[in-house]
């Protein structure tokens, strides 16, 4: 049974930093494409950044880009995001997921407001 559980939101004020995590289970994680998506209050779902099983394949949508850094540690079955210049914009619950299949956990919810 795949297992993605995200941590780490919190409440913060524009321009402050997070860093998301995410530990999963029950796939072959090394192998497997992740993404971080989010979804904000009565919006759809965004995918915000890509990564590859050996983390040499990155991308990130336009809107976080040059401010959200996604990383994996294979050894340990994590994802992480970095999250610097949070704006108002990016409040949301983040989701890490398994690109191919869409699988994901509980989120983290996100909120930006001064």
């Known amino acids: 049974e795949v297992q993605l559980q995200a941590s780490g939101g919190g409440f913060v004020q524009p321009r402050e930093s997070l860093r998301l995590s995410c530990v999963a289970s029950?796939?072959?994680?090394?192998?497997?494409?992740m993404s971080w998506v989010r979804q904000a209050p009565g919006k759809g779902p965004e995918r915000v950044a890509n990564i590859n099983g050996r983390g040499t394949i990155i991308t990130y949508a336009d809107s976080v880009k040059g401010r959200f850094t996604i990383s994996r540690d294979n050894a340990k079955n994590t994802l992480d995001l970095q999250m610097n210049s949070l704006k108002p914009e990016d409040t949301a619950v983040y989701y890490c997921?398994?690109?191919?299949?869409?699988?994901r956990g509980q989120g983290t919810e996100v909120t930006v407001s001064s």
């Open positions: 997921t398994q690109t191919s299949t869409g699988a």
């Open positions: 029950g796939f072959d994680f090394s192998f497997s494409y």
